[in-house]
């Protein structure tokens, strides 16, 4: 059998399906350099984690809807299809007549599949605001909190992110990169919707070869190639701030700024300079000051900056850099710092947000329109931060800051989630589980029994992506996709789109939702669309049938040189900004008049609750980052072989400095336990120098496995970090995700291993809904 083309968040690639029922992957022949991830499909296609069968939990069959603290306790009871589609258009039904559609939070976030018509949220959305709406979540936890804050300074956040310097012009143009957070090769694999041809390792080692000089600012020197030969400053996790504002009044001092380049270009730049020399609290932060707080010597900070005004330099600061406590401070004192330097819109200098964060990020693909799913009109206006989702189940009615508006949240009777699995991307995963017993119905889609399918009442087997047609591609993609079905459904499995249509079928509007069209039809109908907006502008691009024959299409490409803001600077008067004055906000009024203490109008040093110079360290002497894996996206296919390859004794890898692990009496693959006051979870320890001392490294992503009998504070047999993250908001401006710190301790684990019992699914029972008597 031939390769059938497909593609994925981290890459296309071609499926044969072999007759002992298995599959082999192959990387598409174009890519050179071909995603690790790929590793982990063979495996998760027949995993035994696979929900075969439509599934509801026993006590919501037995005693109906309602809060519930069994959720993730009890066994589940395998049904038919009618039976439990009608029993989800019931509940629909039933919480809408009760209290309004404001009652059901559909915000499903999640990274599900790549193609662009079994997009889960989207088919969510679109059936739910037809189903007269539901509340939304808004932003991602991956940037929630520079979503919010780059508007105000530049105008838009899609500038920074979508229009960002490419990785050509850096190479040929930098002479200096100073890297807040690295530039860590792992996350370049992936993007949404996928990336055909991997370019960014191949800009890293053009870079090498290059001459640019590069600064490595982090605690892990991980977070850059190894062959990128850096000067690493292993600074104090969360002080990156306070390091950028000691570069910055280095500047000033000594008359290394670009006073034009402030003058002409940027706004509230005074006032920022007045906090930097310590005019308005008595506190100049200067590199006296700012060395004790990050752990870089003052001189060091001071030749830093000299280097960087003799250079053409580019400030980058990673997207984790803002998944914290105060989380706007780097991102916005980085582009302070740019600013002063004068080099934004220059060709290689100036400032990103997010090379090594993403696969697109410095790409020079083009942007193009895509083939979209419609998702249609939401009645329902109302919304949460999308990180903010316990507060709103714990606290329905309170009152909530977010970008200057008096918000609250609304009371939730009904979650509904398709494509994602909260239980990786919150925080503080006992107080999640808590939240996750208060509404009446939790419904999930799912391929696997994750730890969200576990704590659902109602749980609908959904195909993956191997077992349904679509088309894919991803933002400044090579090529369109062709996603052929290369398996049979894995037991009762049907597609998002089957699911909803058979419920909007049951309330009333199964006509309206599927427009007549089947799902083949709706991708011809999407690709139609799409190619005669192509044609229009006078590409060329063939029809439906020769495109799926072949198999991909390949795209335009895009400019290979790009520099952020480079029209701006050309011209500030003729292509201004989208801010109040058209100009880089250092500081901004707009900010500064919401009154948040925790964000105020212009770059500070805040010092976070959880860092290793605040009182809770003399319990918690450790900082805990909890950063993206390197052996799968997210949790996604935690099963596979990569994914198990990385692990140590079954649980996640913990890094850790010899000398902090001699001084617990910790060996290299001892279990360990790591702890704070909101959990604990079990991990394999990996000794390295690389990484600095009091701190240790475990990634997100390990599937939650909660021993039983521990309570609210919970023990995770597998490694989920999550268990030990503060569920906080970075600040009441933006109230994005913080969760890529904790305060812990690390202690070697005594006595029997609790098991990981997540490669197998909770225990299911033969069952239907008991009738009345």
């Known amino acids: ?61 037995e005693h109906g809807p309602g809060p519930s603290d069994r959720r993730g306790r009890e066994p589940f009871c395998e049904v038919s299809w009618d039976e439990a589609l009608d029993l989800v258009a019931a509940e629909l039904a039933r919480v809408r007549g009760a209290a309004g559609n404001e009652a059901i939070f559909g915000g499903s976030y999640g990274w599900a599949s790549a193609g662009r018509f079994h997009h889960a949220q989207s088919q969510l959305h679109r059936f739910l605001g037809m189903a007269g709406g539901y509340v939304s979540s808004r932003n991602t936890y991956s940037t929630g909190t520079s979503e919010v804050l780059l508007p105000h300074l530049v105008g838009s956040a899609g500038l920074v992110f979508r229009a960002a310097s490419s990785w050509p012009t850096i190479v040929a ?49 991980s977070d850059l190639p190894a062959h990128l030969d850096a000067e690493w400053l292993p600074v104090v996790p969360a002080t990156d701030t306070a390091l950028m504002l000691g570069l910055a009044h280095t500047l000033v001092s000594e008359g290394l700024h670009d006073k034009e380049f402030l003058g002409r270009y940027c706004a509230g730049y005074g006032t920022f300079e007045r906090y930097l020399l310590g005019d308005a609290d008595g506190v100049p932060k200067d590199a006296a000051w700012a060395g004790p707080v990050c752990g870089i010597k003052p001189e060091a900070i001071r030749r830093l900056a000299r280097r960087m005004a003799a250079a053409r330099t580019l400030v980058t600061v990673t997207w984790s850099l803002q998944r914290a406590q105060h989380g706007e401070q780097p991102v916005w004192a980085a582009l302070a710092l740019a600013a002063m330097l004068g080099q934004i819109g220059l060709p290689g200098g100036g400032f990103g947000h997010g090379y090594g964060s993403m696969g697109d990020v410095g790409s020079s693909g083009a942007l193009l329109r895509l083939p979209t799913l419609p998702q249609g009109h939401n009645p329902v206006r109302t919304f949460i931060p999308v990180a903010r989702i316990a507060d709103m189940l714990l606290h329905p009615g309170a009152p909530y800051d977010y970008d200057g508006q008096r918000l609250s949240y609304p009371g939730i009777r009904l979650v509904y989630w398709a494509g994602g699995n909260p239980f990786h991307h919150h925080q503080d995963l006992g107080r999640l589980r808590t939240a996750f017993g208060r509404p009446d119905t939790i419904v ?29 591609a991803g933002r400044r993609d090579t090529h369109l996709i062709a996603m052929h079905r290369a398996a049979e459904p894995v037991g009762e499995a049907r597609s998002d789109h089957d699911i909803l249509a058979a419920l909007a079928g049951r309330l009333g509007f199964g006509e309206t939702f599927t427009e007549g069209r089947t799902a ?18 006078g590409h060329h691009i063939p029809g439906f049938a020769e495109f799926w024959a072949a198999g991909e299409l390949r795209l335009p490409a895009g400019p290979e040189h790009v520099t952020l803001l480079q029209d701006f600077r050309a011209d500030p008067v003729r292509s201004p900004l989208h801010t109040p004055s058209g100009r880089i906000e250092i ?28 009182p809770l360290a003399s319990r918690f002497p450790l900082h805990l980052i909890a950063n993206q894996p390197g052996t799968r996206l997210h949790s996604q296919l935690d099963m596979g072989a990569t994914s198990q390859r990385g692990k140590v004794a079954g649980r996640e890898a913990l890094q850790i400095h010899p000398g902090d692990a001699a001084a617990r009496g910790i060996a290299a693959g001892e279990v360990v336990k790591v702890f704070n006051d909101r959990g604990a979870c079990l991990a394999g320890a ?65 006595g029997e291993l609790p098991p990981v019992t997540v490669g197998a699914p909770p225990p299911l029972l033969p069952g239907s809904r008991p009738q009345p008597h």
């Open 444 to 472: 999930v889609h799912e391929p696997h029994w994750t730890a969200t399918a576990r704590h659902a009442d109602i749980v609908l087997p959904v195909t993956t992506t191997l077992e349904r047609e679509d088309i894919g």
């Open 520 to 537: 083949r039809q709706w991708l011809e109908h999407l690709y139609g669309e799409w190619r005669a907006a192509m044609l229009a502008q």
């Open 1 to 61: 059998m031939s390769l059938r083309p497909t593609t994925s968040h981290w890459g296309a690639y071609g499926v044969r399906a072999e007759p002992d029922g298995q599959i082999t992957v192959t990387a598409h022949p174009g890519d050179p350099a071909p995603s690790p991830l790929l590793g982990n499909v063979p495996g998760a296609l027949r995993h035994a984690t696979r929900v075969a069968r439509p599934a509801i939990r026993r006590g919501w069959l």
């Open 587 to 614: 500081t901004s009024a707009a900010v500064a008049g919401f009154g948040y203490p925790d964000c105020p109008g212009h770059p500070v040093w805040l010092e976070p609750d959880e860092w290793l110079g605040s």
């Open 173 to 221: 143009s930098t002479g200096l990169i100073v890297a807040f957070g690295g530039i860590p090769e792992k996350n370049v694999f992936v993007t949404p919707g996928g990336m055909t041809t991997h370019r960014t390792p191949g800009h890293l080692a053009a870079l090498a070869a290059s001459g640019t000089r590069i600064v490595l600012i982090s605690p892990l020197r």
């Open 686 to 750: 990996v000794l390295t120098t690389g990484i600095r001392r009091g701190v240790v490294r475990l990634p997100t992503g390990a599937w939650f496995d909660p021993v039983p009998g521990t309570g609210p504070a919970p023990l995770c047999a597998h490694g989920n970090p999550n268990v030990l993250t503060a569920d906080i908001p970075s600040s009441r401006l933006s109230q994005g995700c913080a969760g890529q710190h904790a305060l812990v301790e690390v202690e070697r684990w005594a």
